[in-house]
């Protein structure tokens, strides 16, 4: 019997390890799809669902880095086997900051169903359709060791960083139209902020998959395409809210 | 030679370690401290070496990546010692990532000098000041192994997300009454969400130091303090802009 355990190959560690990261990623996708649903659809059960389920990816993580912490005492692997399973620490951190944006996301949800619906809602889900085929992409070319595939997500972060930026100043735009707009807003642009720092770990999970795959980094870091910190958007002369709409 | 090489003490190489991450935590301090002097002083060309400064803290990130790939593959270390180098991985990740508000908020710093001045930026500095001290604590718990200290500083997380949710609410209401404080205040939303983030990644490494000296995660997470997702502050019927003003 102990025989049969000591020969459990450390194959089949690494690829249970595999397993984990790919089942927390997509639990990762579902999150923040149902996260961005509960915003549309202005649904609180959803919203609460997303915030609850958060403690899988928690755990996720826990299992994650208690798991490689166990392989790497006593397994001391070298080359690419260490890789494996750094690699795994590092996507699992990734995908629990991503869970934690769609928790932040559904949180907002449930503030935004008790107020006014506003516009610019329209353009979430077009920016977190982008992110879940990035996350998609970066997991499939984690599973497939497909480089090619994870720097073709990492370029797509650009698309993200550029609608971000014009949601970001549709939504000033629409805050200075309307002070009543201000509170919904304000967890509008949160919410394209969430999705937007989910796109930068995907990028992450890129280079990852990178270093995984070829042993060494994705060139150098990539410039952050979000400008709106630059932004200094000043009210038209024309907005004063109408006092009587 | 050689002989002399190969007894290089592994002791030395993690006290290496540890000096990279006790080096890098001092610039992460500097870094914050500095981005948000130059929000309080308008000051444009502070803001800037900020955001110069943040490319040496993504290079200690990588050379303590590559330092404990390294000695995780040489030295194939157990126990407390595979600690210390899975603890300065994690620690140098909260670190990097304390740098990247810091120049979000340097970028801030120079949108902000371009805009008029407004009243709530008098709470940033005392947000900061927290913020610092659990950085300086947690790094200080880290150098001496201190759990308690860590915990400490884990403690005052609840004091910064406090100060966050009553700032978070002034500035709502600040962008409530004139327009022209909608983009300098959303600014300032976000230079508060950078240090309330800060303030949880301090809380992150509090929870390293205590697995590095305890071997055993601390508790259960703590409970996330930041309400303001849940926000719905709706203008008084007073707050509409005076356009004469």
Redesign the interface.
């Known amino acids: 019997m102990a025989s049969t355990h000591t020969v459990k190959s450390f194959e089949h560690e690494l690829q249970r390890l595999a397993s984990l990261i790919t089942q927390m990623g997509g639990l990762a996708e579902a999150q923040l799809e149902a996260s961005v649903e509960a915003v549309v659809r202005r649904d609180v059960d959803g919203a609460a669902r997303v915030m609850q389920a958060d403690a899988s990816l928690?755990g996720y993580e826990?299992a994650v880095e208690q798991e490689t912490?166990r392989m790497?005492?006593l397994r001391?692997?070298?080359?690419i086997d260490?890789?494996e399973i750094?690699a795994a620490?590092k996507i699992s951190?990734d995908l629990e900051r991503c869970g934690d944006h769609a928790a932040?996301i559904a949180?907002?949800a449930?503030?935004l169903s008790?107020?006014p619906p506003v516009r610019p809602v329209g353009a979430i889900p077009r920016m977190a359709r982008i992110v879940r085929e990035m996350l998609k992409d970066v997991l499939d070319a984690y599973v497939e060791r497909d480089t090619q595939r994870a720097i073709g997500a990492w370029n797509r972060d650009r698309d993200l960083d550029d609608l971000y930026n014009s949601l970001f100043r549709e939504i000033?735009t629409y805050?200075?139209e309307d002070?009543?707009n201000?509170?919904p807003c304000?967890?509008l642009?949160?919410i394209a902020?969430n999705l937007e720092r989910c796109g930068d770990h995907a990028t992450n999970i890129a280079e990852t998959v990178h270093f995984l795959v070829e042993g060494a980094?994705l060139g150098k870091?990539r410039v952050k395409g979000d400008n709106s910190?630059?932004?200094?958007?000043?009210?038209p002369a024309a907005?004063?809210?109408d006092?009587t709409a």
Chains 1, 2 share one sequence.
């Open positions: 928690d826990q912490v790497l005492a001391q692997p070298m080359g260490l890789r750094i620490l951190t932040n949180k907002r449930i503030a008790q107020l000033l805050m200075m002070p009543r201000i509170t304000t967890h642009l949160f902020k980094p870091n910190s630059f932004e200094v958007l000043e009210p907005t004063e809210p006092p």
